[in-house]
């Protein structure tokens, strides 16, 4: 897959490992312009090296109180090559030069994509995790009605259901999504054509939301992705649950409801796969 070429703030060159934490920005809005440089991304087949970047990626798309086999979790996304790519910094073989702070730049993951069949991998620890993670919250914060659908779909042995993984660092720019997107499509198909078990009936995407009190109640959600708005809109069901206590540092504050910049949640959104194509 081609690179993708974005402008990135000096302050934010360096990543960090909860790619949902935030930086403190208020002395540079009040400052002058900021400098700026340009950075390559392209997206990679996952290799061993990845796991812990992997790894590291998973808990910031889950929280750490999440009960869930995160190592597991990498383990196959890992396995899967073929469906799973890995946001690396491009590099350049005519320019880069060959020491240890290039190779280190370019071995961070700054995000990975892919899906996992919650159906055909049900005799995985991590799926059976990711299945009651999902219904529990359903069932505290959702209808009795919305909870009996997932749980009919999550238990449907015939028609499968994919939970798509799309964790990315916040400065990632979202003009990236439609060629993931596209690209997973296309490596869908393709397992699929030699009996790969990625045929799937219905889709689940847990999308990273900011909660606003002020404003219409249209314009007082933000995704951190901001695609995932689109799939929200074709969804069989929706239901949100609070994150706000499962922060683990210091790095992003300490939010709640009453906070003024927002609360932050989750999104679980459950979409037919026949819309995959009206999205993207």
Not at 65 to 92: P, R
């Amino acid at each position: 897959m081609a690179p993708f070429r974005k402008q990135r703030k000096i302050d934010d060159i360096v990543p960090s490992s909860d790619s949902e934490s935030s930086t403190d920005h208020e002395d540079l809005e009040e400052g002058g312009p900021m400098d700026t440089i340009e950075v390559d991304f392209d997206v990679r087949i996952p290799e061993e090296p990845d796991f812990q970047g992997i790894q590291n990626l998973c808990v910031s798309f889950f929280f750490l109180k999440a009960h869930i086999n995160i190592s597991e979790l990498a383990d196959l996304l890992i396995q899967q090559k073929k469906i799973t790519g890995v946001i690396k910094q491009a590099s350049d073989d005519d320019d880069m030069e060959a020491d240890d702070d290039n190779d280190t730049d370019l071995d961070v993951n700054f995000g990975v994509f892919s899906v996992v069949n919650l159906t055909e991998k049900n005799n995985l620890n991590c799926v059976k995790d990711i299945k009651t993670y999902l219904l529990s919250h359903c069932k505290k914060m959702s209808c009795d009605e919305n909870f009996q659908t997932l749980q009919r779909i999550l238990e449907d042995q015939k028609k499968h259901v994919g939970l798509i993984i799309s964790e990315r660092m916040i400065n990632i720019p979202p003009k990236i999504a439609v060629p993931l997107y596209s690209g997973l499509s296309y490596d869908m198909a393709k397992a699929k054509s030699k009996g790969e078990a990625f045929d799937f009936e219905y889709f689940i995407l847990i999308s990273k939301i900011m909660v606003f009190k002020e404003g219409k109640q249209q314009e007082n959600i933000v995704y951190c992705n901001a695609e995932e708005e689109l799939i929200a809109e074709v969804a069989t069901l929706t239901f949100d649950f609070s994150v706000s206590a499962e922060l683990d540092s210091g790095l992003a504050g300490a939010w709640s409801e009453d906070n003024s910049q927002g609360h932050r949640k989750r999104r679980v959104v459950v979409f037919p796969a026949s819309q995959w194509d009206t999205i993207f």
